[in-house]
């Protein structure tokens, strides 16, 4: 009777699943609790989800009006916007722009970034203290390293002039040599994290195709070439996705090193799109240009996931 009692009383404290097992249900909790919780800890997602779609959304329907500071009551112009900016010689020169820098420096970066890797992955006391400062240059906000490697720049009393002996004679910020200073200062910041996450693809490699490799007598170069190499890959197109779509939405060190300048030297996408929405308050005609580097980074994006998904494919033996 009483074995009896007891084990009632434990069946009464669990529910039956699907394939008739029984699981414990916590005491006390109401069952349309137990229901609300899922959705409850959707709302986080959900919100973030409409804080990123309604401002896409208000733009996008911007660049179809004439809003601006000067017309406050805007009517719609269909794709008046895009037929402007493709018709002004200033917008190819900006998407030529956008696009050498986001190619250069995202190459410039995983250059070094896998030499720096490959480095770091031997294991001796410099390499480790190298990793461990490797990091600094991610923990400055680019803005911060901008207004430094600016004051370094200057021709008049500049670090740099004054380490390499060039005197006054020679402006980094000048319209010949704007573009690759800026380009400098983006490689410094940003390569360290492109070779951080290639050590970590190159330390979770397999060992044992290198060990039988080394057994039969190959050379470092053909071990790195055909079997490093390839496992690799997938790790070196994460990191160049990650950098050439942020390399494509470059504002803040351009901004505060050049501002677009001299003339159109630096000119991006984003820096025309600052300069008509902030500058002259027309927010139509800035919200089109971001609409066409959005269309740009998609583009891009979509290219590189479908060639990261068939590097993966081909690194884990199977071809897609």
Do not use: C
Not at 30 to 37: A, I
Not at 156 to 180: K, P, R
């Amino acid at each position: 009777m009483t074995t009896n009692t007891a084990t009632s009383g434990q069946e009464s404290g669990r529910s039956v699943t699907g394939n008739g097992s029984r699981r414990p249900t916590p005491p006390g909790v109401p069952t349309w609790r137990r229901k609300l919780r899922p959705y409850l800890l959707s709302v986080p997602a959900v919100l973030l989800i409409i804080g990123i779609l309604y401002p896409f959304a208000i733009g996008a329907i911007y660049s179809f009006l004439n809003y601006g500071a000067v017309n406050p009551n805007p009517s719609f112009v269909g794709l008046a916007n895009y037929a402007s900016i493709l018709s002004d010689s200033t917008f190819w020169r900006s998407v030529t722009i956008t696009l050498l820098y986001a190619v250069v420096a995202t190459g410039a970066e995983t250059v070094l970034g896998v030499g720096l890797a490959l480095l770091l992955n031997r294991s001796s006391l410099i390499g480790r203290t190298l990793e461990r400062l490797l990091i600094l240059p991610l923990m400055i906000a680019p803005v911060i390293a901008g207004v430094i490697w600016k004051l370094m720049f200057n021709s008049q009393w500049g670090v740099l002039n004054h380490i390499f002996g060039l005197g006054a004679t020679f402006d980094w910020l000048s319209a010949d040599n704007a573009f690759f200073s800026v380009v400098l200062v983006d490689i410094w910041i940003f390569t360290p994290f492109v070779a951080i996450l290639v050590l970590a693809g190159v330390r979770s490699l397999p060992r044992e195709p290198f060990e039988a490799s080394a057994v039969d007598g190959a050379g470092w170069f053909y071990s790195f070439r055909r079997l490093m190499l390839p496992m690799m890959w997938p790790y070196i197109l994460v990191a160049v996705i990650f950098r050439l779509m942020d390399n494509l939405k470059i504002f803040d060190a351009i901004y505060v090193l050049t501002a677009g300048g001299p003339g159109i030297a630096t000119q991006t996408l984003q820096i025309n799109a600052f300069q008509d929405s902030i500058i002259r308050l027309d927010y139509s005609r800035g919200a089109t240009y971001m609409f066409v580097l959005w269309i740009l980074v998609f583009i891009v994006a979509r290219y590189l996931v479908g060639l990261l998904g068939r590097a993966q494919a081909r690194a884990a033996g199977s071809e897609v």
